[in-house]
């Protein structure tokens, strides 16, 4: 046991999100079992002190409860398989990607089937903010399981809510991440607006942050506009597309009409073929920049 005696968890999938909440666990005092495909992210949260299994079914065998934080349902399916597999006794797998709520039930029955519970719990907030336990679970699909979980939450979350029936976690991140969707286009085409004007980006970002047009999502990524830096990513833009993916097919589905969220979604899929795949959301900016013309450094010296 880690120091503490907090217990054993299981994090699967260590990028942006998943890291940081292995790296939170651990830091406060809980014996982490990590595993990814990738051997660097192995080795960097083996640094951090967590253990690192063989593999997905080698978590099972250590952890009774795993957390999930994966970038394609293709591998929440392998990941299901492989713990339903394994021969284990109950486990609690608690599912914290963002997917297409069809494919979270299909791992759900996997793992019932296997006689072990599976809970939908996508989480709000960014990579940066992950890595300060700023984050707000949107739990669901399993009351008890939850009440008893909240310790864990604690160790890398802020917040932790029970929305109740499974899929309903997915529903609130769905909507949430909507209007993140919008709040990052339109912080950069307020950014692009002002410097196109001839204002200095720091100076934007000042006055908007203590005015009425601020949001969480400006605070977050206006910075990184500022800088015109986008290479250390909170989420990425490849990445985001999933995600918008998902959105836009959920309210295709249930027949709601997203006119702003659709316009931004024209915006990422430029940023993505201008090559900003592996940059944070934030290069949207970029994006319109280029669109209006800008040039950094062309900025009016005064201001009236």
């Known amino acids: 046991m880690a120091s503490g005696g907090k217990g054993v968890v299981g994090v699967i999938g260590l990028g942006i999100m998943g890291g940081a909440f292995a790296q939170n666990l651990v830091a406060a005092g809980w014996r982490v ?16 002190g967590a253990e690192i ?40 797998v608690i599912e914290a990607s963002t997917f297409a ?17 599976m809970l939908d719990c996508p989480v709000s907030g960014t990579g940066a903010q992950a890595r300060v336990k700023d984050l707000v679970v949107y739990a669901s699909g399993g009351a008890v399981e939850i009440k008893r979980l909240r310790p864990m939450f604690t160790a890398f979350t802020r917040a932790v809510h029970d929305l109740g029936a499974f899929g309903n976690g997915s529903r609130m991140k769905y909507v949430a991440n909507l209007l993140v969707a919008i709040h990052n286009v339109a912080s950069a085409e307020a950014m692009v607006l002002g410097m196109k004007a001839g204002l200095p980006p720091q100076l934007i970002f000042d006055l908007i942050k203590i005015g009425a047009g601020n949001s969480r999502v400006f605070e977050l ?3 990184m ?10 989420m990425k833009i490849g990445v985001w597309q999933k995600d918008m993916d998902v959105i836009g097919g959920y ?18 899929q430029r940023a993505r073929k201008a090559g ?29």
């Not at 079992?33 to 951090?48: E, F, H, K, N, T």
């Not at 900003?276 to 009236?304: N, P, Q, S």
């Open 33 to 48: 079992i990590g595993y990814d495909i990738a051997p660097s992210r192995r080795r960097a949260l083996a640094r951090l």
């Open 53 to 92: 299994a063989a593999d997905a079914a080698d978590v099972a065998r250590q952890a009774p409860t795993i957390i999930t934080s994966l970038p394609k349902p293709a591998a929440l399916a392998a990941t299901s398989v492989a713990i339903a597999k394994s021969g284990v006794s109950r486990r609690v």
């Open 101 to 117: 709520i069809a494919d979270k039930a299909k791992a759900e029955t996997v793992l019932r089937k296997a006689g072990h519970v």
């Open 221 to 223: 990524r206006a910075p």
């Open 225 to 234: 506009m500022v800088k015109d830096r986008y290479d250390n990513p909170t």
């Open 251 to 268: 309210a295709r589905e249930i027949g709601v009409p997203t006119p702003m969220f659709n316009a931004s979604a024209g915006i990422y």
């Open 276 to 304: 900003h795949d592996e940059h944070d959301t934030a290069a949207v900016c970029a994006v319109l920049e280029k669109m209006a013309g800008v040039k950094r450094g062309k900025a009016k010296k005064k201001l009236h």
